[in-house]
T-cell receptor
C-alpha cells in the first residue's frame, strides 16, 4: 500500500537551530517524493522534489531508498520557516496519478 | 503568472443542500486533482482528471461527482451535504508532459451548517 508517514505532528525549535522533519514512505515501485509547505492562510506550495536535488530556502532532502526515507533538513532555522510541512509521494509514469500526503508536521521557530 | 483559480473562495450551505466548486487550471495544464482537507487534517485525494477523462479516484463519496470540461476547467458537485463535508477543498493542476509538479489553488472553504 502507498503510505507516507510523518512521525512528528509538531516540531518546535529556536531560531538558528538545525531542523530535520522526518518522512518515511511505503510504495511498491519507484515513487517520486516531494515536500510541500503551507504557510498560514496560504495555499500549498511545492518546496522540494527529490529528482531536482535542489536546495530551496536553505532546505534539502535526500531520498534514501534503503531506509525509504525523505527527511527534510535545514542547518539553521529561521522564524519565517514556521509553517506546516507535508511530505508527499506520487507514482511515476501515469498522468493524473494522485499525490499521497503525509499527516504533516507543524514547524514552529521561535527567537 | 496565472495560478490555479478556485471559485468560490468561501461557501456556506445547509445540510442536504448541493454545492458546486469550480477549478480553473493553469493555462496549458491538462491534469486536475481535487483534495479535501478537514480541520487539522492532511489533504485527502478525492479524484483526478487527465484530458477530460477520470484518471485516478481516491476517497470521494458517492454523493460527490466531478468532471473536467473541454476548456480543462473542472467542477466538483456535492449533493446531500453533511456536516462532515465542511472542509477546505483544494484543486491542483499539472502538465502531464515533462515537469509533473502540481500547483495548488487557494482552496474553497465549505461550511455546512
Amino acid at each position: 500500500a502507498q503510505r507516507v508517514t510523518q512521525p512528528e505532528k509538531l516540531l518546535s525549535v529556536f531560531k538558528g537551530a538545525p531542523v530535520e522533519l522526518k518522512c518515511n514512505y511505503s510504495y511498491s515501485g519507484s515513487p517520486e517524493l516531494f515536500w510541500y509547505v503551507q504557510y498560514s492562510r496560504q495555499r500549498l506550495q511545492l518546496l522540494l522534489r527529490h529528482i531536482s536535488r535542489e536546495s530551496i530556502k536553505g532546505f534539502t532532502a535526500d531520498l534514501n531508498k534503503g531506509e525509504t526515507s525523505f527527511h527534510l533538513k535545514k542547518p539553521f532555522a529561521q522564524e519565517e520557516d514556521s509553517a506546516m510541512y507535508y511530505c508527499a509521494l506520487s507514482g511515476t509514469g501515469q498522468a493524473g496519478t494522485a499525490l499521497i500526503f503525509g499527516k504533516g508536521t507543524t514547524l514552529s521557530v521561535s527567537s | 503568472a496565472a495560478g490555479v483559480i478556485q471559485s468560490p473562495r468561501h461557501l456556506i450551505k445547509e445540510k442536504r443542500e448541493t454545492a458546486t466548486l469550480k477549478c480553473y487550471p493553469i493555462p496549458r495544464h491538462d491534469t486536475v486533482y481535487w483534495y479535501q482537507q478537514g480541520p487539522g487534517q492532511d489533504p485527502q485525494f478525492l479524484i483526478s482528471f487527465y484530458e477530460k477523462m477520470q484518471s485516478d479516484k481516491g476517497s470521494i463519496p458517492d454523493r460527490f461527482s466531478a468532471q473536467q470540461f473541454s476548456d480543462y476547467h473542472s467542477e466538483l458537485n456535492m449533493s446531500s451535504l453533511e456536516l462532515g463535508d465542511s472542509a477546505l477543498y483544494f484543486c491542483a493542476s499539472s502538465y502531464s508532459r515533462g515537469n509533473t509538479e502540481a500547483f495548488f489553488g487557494q482552496g474553497t472553504r465549505l461550511t455546512v451548517v
